[in-house]
């Protein structure tokens, strides 16, 4: 039987992007913050960096992760209730919406105000929810920081309240936002600007959320291409964010961490963000520019497989603004030719013959049972029915002509 295989769903997944160059801060902008990072959000390219792979605490932009691994593992219209380990297991100075205990309140909630309102009691009911305790999701959520590309990060909690073992960089939060926007609901949740969170068992009243990203809201420092976004804050994290913005094609995600005023977080965004936009690009390469192939594998001189490869959608990854897309070509080329299982076509991005990225094609796979009982035994069998067949045919004339010759002499 043949079957279209495409490896992995998300195809920003699949992208291998080698490095495009990255900008040492330094000689090219001026930021407040500690650390910074400037990701293409589709392939995952680092397009300007600083201190990119130093170690802070990351304060609320935790909930990130938090809300993702809530939206991953449970349904929107759930319904949670708060704990009194939930509750209890937060500074109440903190950030929080005042959940009661035993309070019932819906995922979807809870995920609005971890982001929105970086509600730190909601964040705990959500990982309780989720992990089944506050500790076991914690190590839920640092399985899934190394599934997204982090090499530097540590969970000790669902809401970024200080812990000498709750670390990260601003790589590692741009590869785990990274994860978290193919999410649909939560790109969404990340991009609201106002939530209400209806009545409950226990609060009678509306609550009313706002995104604490000034970038999306109307105000100085509003910013018209940000599509969501996460701030954080304590005193030993100093101040933290995380944005999206997309234009013209280019989807960016900026990480900005240790910020010394909560308006300097905005700033340097906005500059990381004025940058990618000024000096990156979308290039797409249509499917049709890259040859479709079809490889006959043999055994002993035997058709084993057919493996079939094809591109069915563009090829889309960042240029530099001064490129011209003349000096971009599609090529494809085939690996383990001779293995039916591990055969694979990639299709080729290069730049001036260079090849800077590559995507694995969809396989249609058709593998022939070659086997001694398959192909050999069958012959063998058919020979020996053949012959066993001119056995009984000798046998049946020999027996015809005895018989033919004993009435022969009966009648003499």
């Known amino acids: 039987m043949r079957k279209w295989m495409k490896g992995l769903a998300a195809f920003v997944l699949v992208l291998t992007v080698f490095p495009v160059g990255t900008v040492k801060a330094e000689e090219e902008l001026t930021l407040d913050g500690e650390s910074a ?5 589709d392939s995952g390219a680092v397009l300007y960096e600083k201190n990119a792979d130093e170690r802070h605490y990351p304060a609320s932009i935790t909930k990130i992760m938090t809300v993702y691994l809530a939206l991953s ?48 009691d909601a964040s705990n009911v959500l990982a309780e929810a989720v992990g089944g305790s506050q500790s076991e999701f914690a ?23 200080p812990d000498e073992d709750h670390y990260t960089t601003a790589y590692d939060m741009a590869m785990i936002t990274r994860m978290a926007i193919q999410n649909a609901d939560f790109a969404e949740i990340f991009g609201t600007v106002k939530y209400e969170m209806q009545p409950t068992n226990k609060q009678k009243d509306v609550r ?37 913005a997309s234009k013209d094609g280019v989807n960016l995600i900026a990480v900005v961490l240790k910020n010394s005023n909560k308006n300097a977080r905005y700033t340097d965004t906005r500059t990381l963000f004025d940058y990618g936009f000024a000096n990156y690009k979308q290039i797409t390469i249509p499917a049709s520019a890259f040859e479709e192939k079809t490889i ?92 066993s067949v001119a056995v009984f045919a000798l046998f049946m004339g020999l027996f015809l002509i005895a018989a033919f010759g004993r009435m022969s002499r009966r009648r003499s």
Request: hydrophobic share 40%.
């Open 37 to 41: 990072i400037l990701i293409d959000a």
């Open 73 to 120: 593992h449970g349904s929107l219209d759930q319904t949670l209730t708060a704990t009194d380990t939930a509750i209890d297991n937060i500074d109440r100075k903190s950030s929080h919406i005042w959940l009661d205990y035993g309070e019932e309140l819906s995922l979807k909630d809870a995920c609005y105000a971890a982001i929105m309102a970086s509600a730190n």
């Open 139 to 161: 190590e839920m959520m640092n399985e899934a920081a190394a599934a997204a590309g982090s090499k530097n990060t540590h969970f000790a909690n669902a809401h970024g309240l």
């Open 208 to 244: 009313y959320f706002a995104s604490g990203n000034d970038m999306l809201k109307k105000g100085e420092f509003f910013y018209e291409y940000a599509t969501g976004g996460k701030i954080g804050w304590t005193e030993d994290a100093g101040y933290t964010i995380v944005t999206t």
């Open 296 to 387: 006959e594998i043999k055994k002993r001189g035997q058709l084993w497989a057919t493996a079939a490869f094809k591109m069915s959608y563009d090829f889309k990854i960042l240029a530099q603004s001064g490129d011209d897309e003349s000096q971009y070509s599609a090529s494809v080329i085939v690996e383990n030719e001779n293995d039916p299982q591990t055969i694979q076509a990639y299709a080729i991005l290069n730049k001036n013959g260079v090849e800077i990225a590559r995507q694995a094609m969809e396989k249609e796979l058709a593998v022939n049972d070659i086997s001694f009982k398959a192909t050999t035994w069958p012959i063998i069998q058919k020979g020996l029915d053949l012959f």
